[in-house]
């Protein structure tokens, strides 16, 4: 097999074959689609900043109104006339602006997702402080990185008392993962929809968003939040402005060094665990499951390392942006069903969302006899 894999490896690597291949009809529609491939991993970056550029002057917003010219664009977007007909150019190429009659631009493909959805618009204003730390990936590989934006930015990833940060330096985090939430949530709860349950504790819950969704499509599910003391007082805001004062308990503390509040049938991890290294990851999940009863369900969700179909989202998109954190690293189903049995619980099984590059999905139980020893 490695002879087999070394001689496709040297032909691969042979300016000549690659010629060749380019040159020759059956072969040259993979070639070309081969080196447009490394192309796009060479420019992504430019991508990028190109959507950056339209999502910070809100020129999806703009085209939802309808086709425009480029006059009117510039004057929209208050950019000379070149630079409109340079951003509309990229646009176009990369599908995110289409051309219409009489020398106007409307949404392309992929714009026109783009309009309204708050969630995307949030990520991608954000990647500044995780495109400053990947600046040097070596040198993140190597532990040699100076300062990290992306560490200020998640100030818990860094923080020895995370239960001392202050209201301030959570809410940038806060505010992005409820913009996100909505999306996520609804990946979640289409594919484990909690009627069954009586009431559900949301740990590392955020500002109550997923709380949020399922007491809508819940109406008789009683909810708790646990969070950190300056992410619950946001969330206390958010709650009763939602008129969920009587229904949402909330309690602020940290899952490092305080227990967790009982009384729930079921809890769940949204997008936290993939935020620590094993150690912590497994301690979450053993004080998860010493505040659940025999019985009780886990719901465990987050991106997953080697989703097929999604798996550059995965181990390149989240493998190097937890690295640029300072902490965590995302893993496979497989993975996290070993981390979940080490933590006691049993009959771990996954269960498809409909769009696994949001959130994958695992559901746990906790059996009698890890019921019966809680304490450990
Ligand atoms: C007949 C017609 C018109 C069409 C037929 C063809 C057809 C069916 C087309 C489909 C059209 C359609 C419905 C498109 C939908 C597109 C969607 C839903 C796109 C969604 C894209 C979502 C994206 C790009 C999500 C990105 C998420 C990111 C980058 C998340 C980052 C999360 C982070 C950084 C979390 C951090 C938390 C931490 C620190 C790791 O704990
Ligand atoms: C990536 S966010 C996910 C928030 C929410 N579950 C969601 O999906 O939108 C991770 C959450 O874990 C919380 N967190 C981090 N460290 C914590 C700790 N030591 N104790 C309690 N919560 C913590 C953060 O404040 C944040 O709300």
């Given at each position: 097999m490695d002879?087999?894999?070394?001689?496709?490896?040297?032909?691969?690597?042979?300016?000549?074959?690659?010629?060749?291949?380019?040159a020759f009809a059956p072969t040259a529609p993979i070639a070309h689609k081969r080196a447009g491939e490394l192309f796009d991993l060479v420019a992504g970056f430019v991508y990028s900043q190109v959507l950056l550029a339209?999502?910070?002057?809100?020129?999806?917003?703009?085209?939802?109104?309808?086709?425009?010219?480029l006059e009117a664009l510039s004057g929209r977007l208050a950019l000379p006339g070149e630079s409109t007909e340079r951003l509309m150019a990229a646009a176009v190429a990369l599908r995110l602006v289409e051309r219409r009659g009489d020398g106007r631009f409307g949404l392309g493909s992929l714009g026109a997702p783009m309009v309204g959805n708050t969630?995307?618009?949030?990520?991608?204003?954000?990647?500044?402080?995780?495109?400053?730390?990947?600046?040097?990936p070596v040198a993140l590989l190597r532990g040699q990185r100076a300062a990290s934006s992306l560490a200020r930015y998640w100030p818990y990833a860094d923080e020895a008392s995370p239960g001392e940060l202050s209201v301030a330096s959570v809410a940038g985090y806060s505010a992005?993962?409820?913009?996100?939430?909505p999306l996520v949530a609804d990946e979640i709860l289409d594919a484990y929809p909690l009627d069954g349950h009586r009431c559900l504790l949301d740990v590392g819950g955020g500002e109550g968003g997923f709380l949020a969704s399922a007491a809508l499509r819940a109406p008789a599910l009683q909810?708790?939040?646990?969070?950190?003391?300056?992410?619950?007082?946001?969330?206390?805001?958010?709650?009763?402005?939602a008129g969920l004062t009587h229904r949402m308990q909330?309690?602020?503390?940290?899952?490092?060094?305080?227990?967790?509040?009982e009384g729930a049938d079921v809890a769940s991890l949204v997008r936290v665990i993939h935020d620590h290294d094993d150690a912590t990851a497994l301690h979450i999940l053993r004080a998860v499951r010493r505040a659940l009863p025999a019985g009780g369900t886990l719901l465990l969700a987050e991106p997953m390392a080697g989703t097929p179909g999604a798996e550059a989202m995965g181990d390149a998109y989240f493998g190097f942006y937890l690295l640029a954190m300072g902490r965590g690293r995302p893993r496979s189903a497989a993975a996290l069903r070993s981390m979940l049995l080490a933590a006691?619980?049993?009959?771990?099984?996954?269960?498809?969302?409909?769009?696994?590059?949001?959130?994958?999905?695992?559901?746990?139980?906790?059996?009698?006899?890890?019921a019966a020893a809680k304490g450990v």
């Open positions: 002879r087999w894999l070394a001689l496709r490896d040297r032909l691969l690597a042979s300016r000549s074959f690659q010629r060749r291949a380019a339209c999502v910070q002057l809100r020129l999806f917003d703009a085209l939802a109104e309808g086709p425009q010219t969630a995307i618009a949030a990520m991608v204003e954000h990647h500044a402080a995780l495109y400053a730390d990947l600046a040097d992005l993962m409820s913009a996100s939430q909810l708790m939040l646990f969070d950190l003391p300056a992410v619950v007082e946001r969330a206390r805001a958010r709650r009763d402005a909330l309690f602020g503390g940290s899952f490092l060094t305080d227990r967790l509040p006691g619980f049993d009959r771990v099984r996954q269960v498809k969302t409909r769009m696994p590059l949001q959130t994958g999905l695992l559901i746990a139980h906790v059996g009698i006899a890890s």
